[in-house]
């Protein structure tokens, strides 16, 4: 009796095991892979590049405990709000913004809260380039990956 229970147990675990393997594609197709999908706040359709001088340059915290920057650029229009990334993600880098500095961002530009933001995904300064997010918007200090 308790051979038949192992057989049946491996089996039935063996069929679900090819179940769900025939099935990944079909989830995969409908959600998106990792790498076809994009943060949740980033439109690569609204990229645009962004040259100007550094107002000011802001340190906010975040709900869960991190420090992200902040950086205000007034361009001949408007004043943007601009999300780098994590503090301790560009002192691990050794980059440093300060206000004055000259930068060149390219990022996806939306509205939060009614503020014209601008998610950088690349940030220029001098002749160094960080690079914060891929291409989808996925971070950097994500591993390149969505949590």
Not at 1 to 22: G, P
Not at 32 to 44: A, F, I, L, N
Not at 45 to 63: C, D, I, L, M, N
Request: with cysteine.
């Amino acid at each position: 009796m308790r051979k038949h229970t192992l057989v049946n147990y491996v089996l039935l675990s063996s069929i679900a095991l090819f179940l769900l393997i025939q099935a990944a594609p079909l989830v995969c197709a409908q959600y998106g892979s990792t790498s076809q999908r994009t943060s949740p706040m980033y439109d690569p359709t609204t990229e645009t590049t962004v040259s100007e001088v550094v107002a000011e340059v802001r340190e906010v915290a975040g709900s869960r405990g991190w420090h992200g920057i902040h950086l205000q650029l007034k361009t001949s229009d408007e004043v943007l709000d601009v999300h780098i990334g994590p503090s301790w993600f560009l002192a691990q880098k050794k980059f440093e913004i300060a206000k004055g500095d000259q930068v060149e961002v390219t990022g996806s530009k939306l509205r939060l809260d009614n503020v014209k933001t601008l998610i950088a995904r690349t940030i220029k300064k001098g002749d160094t380039e960080l690079t914060l997010r891929n291409r989808q918007g996925i971070p950097a200090w994500s591993g390149g990956q969505r949590r």
